[in-house]
């Protein structure tokens, strides 16, 4: 009896399609429901949000993304360690699409472990930024330079390992 459209990442429409969408939400058929999803709300134009029913998602707590992605990998036949899942479930921010996006990078290997996860997302682990945070605060630039240096030649991404220290520093 109704016919659902579900736009999602809307706020990447082009300013042609937003006044197109106008046009339909202005005088939309009574069989017609739109379903308007974004992460980007500042970028949906006013006179389209001022037509719209608003209903905001909240984060959802990282053991619980946990929990799900160790019940997804039983389902589809992988093991994930609980240490793992929880790396993940905090990397996706309270975000269940980007923790199945990023559960989707680690599940080339059978079984994914801590490292496993380091390895795919780039990242340099606890202990890595942890002696980076010493070495910064005790002034010894040189072991900073080498510590760096060595996560550098292990293909470890320079701009995920500041997201990590900065991350670090926001928990202290």
Not at 10 to 18: D, I
Request: proline share 2%; glycine share 4%; with cysteine.
């Amino acid at each position: 009896k109704k016919r659902v459209y579900i736009i999602d990442e809307v706020h990447m429409l082009s300013t042609s399609a937003f006044n197109a969408l106008l046009k339909i939400i202005e005088e939309p058929p009574e069989h017609l429901m739109f379903i308007l999803a974004t992460t980007e709300l500042q970028k949906v134009p006013a006179t389209i949000l001022s037509r719209c029913q608003r209903h905001s998602f909240h984060r959802i707590d990282t053991p619980q993304i946990a929990e799900y992605l160790e019940y997804i990998a039983g389902e589809e036949g992988f093991y994930i360690s609980h240490e793992a899942a929880e790396l993940i479930a905090r990397l996706a921010e309270g975000g269940v699409r980007d923790a199945l996006s990023l559960l989707d990078q680690c599940s080339a290997h059978d079984s994914i472990e801590l490292d496993t996860v380091y390895s795919a997302m780039g990242l340099a682990g606890k202990r890595r930024v942890v002696a980076m945070l010493d070495h910064i605060l005790k002034h010894d630039t040189a072991q900073a330079v080498t510590d760096f240096n060595s996560m550098w030649m292990d293909g470890r991404d320079g701009s995920s390992f500041l997201k990590e220290l900065s991350d670090l520093m926001r928990d202290i």
